[in-house]
């Protein structure tokens, strides 16, 4: 018998609206993600392509259900599935509320989210009966993801007007000399003295071995901003990626500090016009260190879940069930799969990166010994969460550790290059100090000296011919790191910088984007 064609009508405008709400329910915590972080993003494919899988999961559960159940309406079904993974994907402000209310669920709550979901889709099968309930539903839904809509509609693609680089390149005095330059980050790794204080650790060993390697140690070294993104870039484009904004500051887009970083640099294109090929190595984490998509020469670390992948993922349960897991493996033999970005990946790679034409610049940037704590003293793997902002201070000890298995790895592989490219110029610094303090729960006005100090004080040896080794004073901040290399490669006079130190709000802050200066004497004075 067939149905009248109101009928019909009415169940095709159902299962449309429950679809699209089931759509809008699944995938609204991956529009979050997007608003939220589109700055820090190169695009929205990767969020794309999460929200597809998400669909097609979707599709597949609810074929599954409506085989189980085929005397349930299908519009119900769909909505079943929405609602059961609208609740999946909240777990992340779940458990930002579990962890401000200290209620100490942490080891059971993924798996019992888990069953919080397939309840929440039960509840909503027994309850969404009436079909009037579909077009309301589809409203709500809208409405709940409007304000993400709205603000990825009115993003702005603000860039700065930066200086062409190649017009910088073009008027550079040649070198007279063409080492090979390695530019070796180890991110958040402290200055010896500020890990005297702070960690009542003595790293002199470490930095005596630099010595006996011809690295000269800038033992007053400081970034000249407490964000990596901000701080690399500005190292890189040999200045401050600042400009004024009014009677305020304003710091570099980030969009326009990405290429930066990514090899579209000062610094970059005055090494490709001497004859240069460029390097990148990626950590295999880090979504700044990734290569650019036209990167002829990129060097891949160790891979996993990256940086973003664990963003995303944090929504639901599943990071959290992986490192519950790592935890058990780890009583093993099994390798944790959160171990990346260590200083050992990049010297498996060493031999790849010499294979480049000579000269070359290599940048590498390590996420070690920055958090997650993942590497015990020896080097053997501890099981972490991969949270690149957690600075508890309750971890100092443990980082501690972590950068005991630095330093060995480090000097490692610091004589492996010396030895087989003695020639070289190496730098090995770090792009800004740790922040166990807490200073970003701080306002930038309210950061102490000892925050600063804390933060700002960084890692820096240099290793250049002898000749030039003179002219790397003890105060040397990180953006004139390059303007000294070329001095000593073309003999020109060495011009550091005024010295200038900023603080750029993070994240989702109403001022980001804006950078507060603080005075250099607050900094340099307690040198």
Not at 277 to 286: I, K, L, Q, R, S
Not at 298 to 320: F, K, Y
Not at 490 to 508: C, I, L, Q, S
Request: aromatic letters at 8%; glycine letters at 4%.
């Amino acid at each position: 018998m067939r149905l009248p064609v109101k009928a019909t009508v009415k169940q095709v405008r159902l299962l449309v609206f429950a679809s699209l709400a089931t759509v809008v329910l699944s995938t609204v915590a991956l529009l979050d993600f997007y608003a939220q972080n589109a700055h820090e993003l190169e695009g929205p494919a990767r969020v794309i392509r999460y929200a597809e899988n998400t669909l097609l999961i979707v599709a597949l559960a609810a074929t599954l259900v409506k085989a189980c159940l085929p005397k349930i309406p299908l519009w119900r079904v769909i909505l079943m599935v929405g609602i059961g993974v609208f609740v999946f994907y909240s777990y992340g402000e779940f458990k930002a509320l579990e962890k401000s209310l200290n209620l100490r669920m942490i080891g059971r709550l993924p798996f019992l989210w888990v069953a919080v979901s397939v309840a929440g889709a039960l509840v909503a099968l027994a309850l969404l009966r009436r079909p009037a309930a579909v077009p309301v539903l589809l409203i709500l839904s809208i409405a709940f993801a409007a304000p993400s809509i709205v603000r990825v509609l009115l993003m702005k693609d603000q860039h700065s007007v930066l200086p062409a680089p190649d017009d910088r390149a073009a008027v550079a005095k040649h070198p007279l000399v063409s080492p090979n330059i390695y530019w070796i980050v180890l991110d958040g790794y402290p200055r010896r003295d500020v890990l005297q204080q702070s960690f009542g650790y003595d790293n002199s060993r470490f930095l005596n071995s630099l010595e006996s390697l011809g690295f000269v140690i800038v033992e007053r070294s400081l970034s000249n901003f407490p964000a990596t993104i901000n701080s690399i870039s500005s190292t890189l484009n040999m200045d401050y990626t600042i400009r004024p904004d009014g009677n305020a500051i304003q710091a570099f887009a980030l969009r326009d500090m990405y290429p930066i970083v990514k090899g579209k640099s000062r610094t970059v294109s005055r090494l490709k016009a001497a004859g240069y090929t460029y390097v990148h190595f990626e950590n295999g984490y880090d979504n700044l260190t990734k290569c650019a998509d036209d990167e002829r020469r990129c060097i891949h670390g160790r891979e996993g879940l990256d940086e973003q992948d664990v963003a995303i993922l944090s929504n639901t349960p599943i990071i959290d069930i992986i490192a519950r897991f790592e935890a058990d493996r780890s009583k093993t033999d099994a390798t944790p799969i959160f171990d990346i970005g260590g200083v050992e990946d990049l010297t498996a790679t060493l031999q790849a990166i010499q294979e480049a034409p000579a000269p070359f610049f290599v940048y590498a940037h390590i996420l070690a010994p920055h958090p997650p704590i993942r590497f015990r003293a020896d080097c053997s793997l501890r099981p972490a969460e991969p949270d690149l902002q957690i600075w508890s201070a309750k971890a100092r000890p443990d980082f501690i550790e972590q950068l005991k298995c630095v330093n060995v790895q480090a000097e490692t592989l610091m004589k492996r290059i010396a030895s087989s490219d003695p020639r070289a110029v190496i730098i090995l610094q770090s792009d800004h100090g740790t922040a166990f303090n807490g200073q970003f729960a701080k306002e930038p006005a309210d950061w102490s000296d000892s925050d600063l100090q804390e933060r700002f004080g960084t890692l820096n040896a240099i290793r250049l011919a002898t000749p030039c080794r003179s002219n790397i004073m003890a105060d040397l901040t990180l953006v004139d790191t390059f303007p000294l290399v070329f001095s000593c490669l073309t003999g020109e006079e060495f011009k550091p910088h005024p010295p200038r130190f900023f603080v750029t709000p993070y994240d989702n802050s109403p001022d980001l984007g804006q950078a507060v200066e603080y005075a250099s004497s607050r900094l340099r004075g307690g040198s």
